[in-house]
């Protein structure tokens, strides 16, 4: 699949988002799947279904919107998204960030899945995981090595290594 990646110009700074649909996730696909049927009990006007389908709609995008994080990197930042609150953005200054952890992190009742995320490490001793559960194999080795190329300190425990499942 051709790499997707956005790029916004943002006060004079252009950020290179690494992205793809929320379709490329199982939270992603649930989310759309409700929302379509949101919208086809508002068809068939049955008030008792429309208040269920629009109550547990809500509660999955609250519930997942924590593995749904993509990432932009600028001149001087790097940008960390969500898909479901997209007006929302953190902007980290390269020079405040110690070090990014590439991790995986077991989700789902019976931990039956891994969304790949970073642990953001910075100078402060502060650290901060966003995981991001759509973007593919391509997007995660361009972004380790921007980030990389940048001067951040790199640790990988999921990516790219010799017998990893990613």
């Known amino acids: 699949m051709k790499e997707r990646v956005r790029v916004t110009q943002n006060s004079n ?23 379509l049927f949101f919208l086809f009990s508002i068809y068939i006007n049955f008030p008792l279904l429309i208040i269920m389908v629009a109550i547990t709609l809500l509660l999955k995008i609250f519930l997942s919107s924590h593995k749904m994080f993509y990432f932009g990197i600028s001149d001087q930042h790097l940008v960390v998204k969500n898909s479901y609150f997209f007006w929302r953005k953190k902007f980290f200054l ?25 642990v953001l490490s910075k100078e402060d ?8 559960a759509t973007l593919g194999r391509k997007q995660w080795k361009d972004l380790f090595d921007i980030l990389k190329s940048r001067g951040i300190k790199m640790r990988n425990n999921v990516f790219f290594t010799k017998g990893s499942c990613y």
């Not at 390269?94 to 970073?118: N, R, W």
């Open 94 to 118: 390269f020079e405040e960030i110690d070090s990014v952890f590439f991790t995986g992190k077991k989700v789902g009742p019976a931990h039956y899945c891994y969304a790949l995320g970073i």
């Open 13 to 35: 700074e252009q950020i290179k988002y690494y992205k793809r649909p929320i379709f490329f996730s199982f939270s992603g696909v649930i989310v759309v799947f409700l929302g």
């Open 125 to 132: 001793g502060k650290e901060q995981v966003y995981l991001g």
